[in-house]
Structure formats: structure tokens, C-alpha cells
């Protein structure tokens, strides 16, 4: 089996006052390539008439972002154009390629009502070939997204992205990336076989999963090995399991910001491109 390197406890990060915490990258950790960033904003009860989300407009280059929205909503905008409202159990996935500035907020029915938070949102890099890629967005509501049951319906997997059997994800994506959140009853196993030279990406949500025989409470994320492609998984109490695994890209990493690149000097040309307007204009 699989065995674990280390488990990462998430930092505890606020922003404003939305409560976050935040596994990677971290200081015993950088990345588990080609995944990059997490955070995890809540579980939080917000109440009527509040501000909601704090995300205003910022760029992006170089890299994707991958929100899951397990509770409330996220309004996203773009330079590109797009605009959309995402619910509970959806998911966005922005590949933000040469660069575009978007904003991530909350509806204004969620600002005036309020109500239970709880969303993720994952950087995946994109290789040195796809770093200047087109700008492309798409948001999927929970109907859109594959799902399908295991152990006797103990276990359902919402398929985001890749191949799981004879499944396939939503989002047909640039690069060969598995995604998914798993969500366990209490007493449900899951056997996985993932090549050993795919890195694993397993981040608890919620709950607690044995891990190859390892209790791992949630909000941790688990660094494995590359040793063999079987993982064993059972929960003690109902779960939840964000999970994802990819060939590894191998290519240097430089990230400043909101800007992921190769390179020193095109970190010093996105930043110049984004001054001088290259990145789309923001008119909203």
C-alpha cells in the first residue's frame, strides 16, 4: 500500500471575517504538484444583510482555479465576459491561461439572507506549454456533475474531473488532472489504485478517514508517498474527502501572488502586462 510522508495540518488564515483555513502551501510543504493552493473558507453561518465573499477584482496567469461550493454560493465575473451564480454542490473551474482579472463574491440573495458557508478553492498549475493558453471559464451546477455510488451506497463520488472506471468528470480539462470531493457514511470503505507515479492529493474536508490504517481527522491534508497505487480509506463518522491525483509536471515553480509562473522575468512580464491593460478590462 501506499504509504504516508507527512500529514499537513490547514493553518487557521482568516480573511476579513470569513474564517479559512489553509493547507498548502505551507512551511513543512510548497506544493504537491502540479496542485499548488488550497483554502478553506468555513464552515461559517453568515447572518441576514452581510457582506458575503471578499474576493474583489484580481488577476490570474499561469495557473487554474477549482472552487467547490459545499454550502452557500459564489457569484464569479470575469474579463472574459462570463458571470454566473453557483450553488451549493456546484463547481467552478477557471483556467485563467495569459491572464484575467475576475471577482468572486456572493449573490446578493445570500448577502440579504445569509446562511451556512462552506467553499474550497484549489490551484492546479498549468504546464510551461499551456502558460499562456486562451482564458476560459465554466460553472457547473451539482445536477451537472457526475455522480455515482460504492460500498452499498456508503460512498458517493462527485466526479469533477478525469476518469474514475467507466465514469468521466465534468470538465474536460488542458491537462490529464483527477478531481473529486467523496463523500463517506460512517463505516464506508474505499480501495484506490492510483499509479505510483501520479502524486495523490487528499485533503479532509470533514469528519474522519483511516488512511491505510492511519486516523487522519479533517482539515488535514495527506503527503504520500510514491511507493505503490493501492489506498485504503474508511470513515468513522459521516466524511467528506476532497481527492485528486496527476502525473506530476516536474517543471520549476515560481509564484508570486496572484501569478504563477516558470520564471523570475515572466513574473516581472505579467505583472507589466497587467498594468498596461493586457489582461482584459474590468467594467462591472
Known sequence: MRTIKKIHKAEYSPIADLVTYSPLPSRSLQQIDPFLFLNHHGHQVYKPNNRGLPFGPHPHRGMETVTFILEGDIMHKDSGGHESVITAGGVQWMTAGRGLIHAEVSSSEFKKTGGPLEILQLWVNLPAKLKMTEPRYEGLQKEDIPSFTLDEGKVTVNLVSGNWEEHTGAFE?????????????????????????????????????????????????????????????????????????????????????????????????????YQQGKFGSWNH
Open 173 to 273: 480539462t488542458l491537462s490529464d488532472i483527477m478531481l473529486s470531493t467523496v463523500y463517506f457514511q460512517a463505516s464506508g470503505k474505499l480501495t484506490l489504485q492510483v499509479p505510483a507515479e501520479q502524486n495523490l492529493f487528499f485533503y479532509i474536508i470533514k469528519g474522519t478517514l483511516s488512511v491505510n490504517g492511519q486516523e487522519v481527522p479533517f482539515r488535514n491534508l495527506v503527503e504520500f508517498n510514491n511507493d505503490a497505487p493501492e489506498l485504503q480509506v474508511e470513515a468513522s463518522e459521516d466524511s467528506i474527502l476532497l481527492l485528486g491525483h496527476a502525473v506530476p509536471f516536474r517543471e520549476p515553480v515560481v509564484a508570486q501572488g496572484p501569478f504563477v509562473m516558470n520564471t523570475e522575468a515572466e513574473i516581472y512580464q505579467a505583472y507589466q502586462d
